[in-house]
């Protein structure tokens, strides 16, 4: 299977970074081809904008669909662009290896999702990610307890917007998540531990079943 990684930590020596490490070990042993897309070390471009496109359909008012659309059908996406659609493209299983911010995405990884999953490439007529999986793996900065109820949201509710936002609206098959709670607290011991369950969960994934959503 053909693995895409999509980490997005500023710090190579974060707990972020030991499970993007994991990912790739458990990976490779288990016979997986895995590509790794590390958007600081890229310094990757964010904000979507008229530099995402080399030839436009309108050079008049930006309409980014229209755009979108017109790129992947003529190949005029930039070249950092072009090149993570293509490896999303190649992907058959995707993972977003990030912490969780705000209750959200880094910001450097919501932008790679405004840009890579384009209108015509990964939704709208012809699109090419449907049947594709697609793992959420994360830190938070609370505890598990935190996380128990709805008054602050569970996992889930907060991962909503791209489980089903984004990866089962492009037709892709959201996995349940996995998550290292309260990350910044862990010691040694307990962070082993938690490497050990994602390499456990990871070794098993073909057969993992997807979220599904009313």
């Known amino acids: 299977m053909k693995v895409l990684i999509v980490y997005a930590h500023p710090?190579?020596?974060s707990f972020n970074g030991a499970m993007k490490d994991q990912i790739i070990e458990t990976m490779t042993r288990e016979g997986h081809d895995v590509?790794?897309?590390d958007l600081y070390a890229m310094n990757w471009q964010a904000a979507t904008g008229p530099d995402d496109f080399t030839?436009?359909?309108n050079r008049e008012v930006l309409r980014l669909q229209t755009e979108q659309a017109h790129a992947w059908?003529?190949?005029s996406f930039a070249p950092d662009l072009a090149m993570e659609i293509d490896r999303l493209?190649?992907?058959e299983l995707v993972i977003f290896q990030f912490?969780?911010?705000w209750w959200s995405l880094p910001a450097i990884l919501k932008g790679y999702v405004d840009r890579v999953?384009?209108?015509g490439f990964a939704y709208g007529q012809g699109a090419s990610l449907a049947g594709?999986?697609?793992l959420c793996c994360l830190t938070t900065g609370g505890p598990a307890a935190s996380f128990e109820s709805d008054k602050r949201g569970t996992i889930l509710t907060l991962l909503r917007p791209v489980h089903q936002g984004v990866f089962d609206f492009c037709n892709m098959q959201a996995l349940p998540p996995f998550v290292a709670y309260g990350a910044a607290r862990l010691d040694d011991p307990q962070r082993r531990e938690v490497l050990i369950n994602l390499d456990h969960y990871l070794s098993q994934i073909q057969e993992v079943p997807a979220l599904t959503f009313d």
């Open 11 to 13: 710090e190579p020596a």
């Open 35 to 37: 590509t790794l897309s």
């Open 55 to 57: 030839f436009r359909a």
């Open 73 to 75: 059908r003529t190949r």
């Open 89 to 91: 493209d190649a992907a």
């Open 99 to 101: 912490p969780l911010w």
């Open 117 to 119: 999953f384009a209108y």
């Open 132 to 134: 594709k999986k697609a």
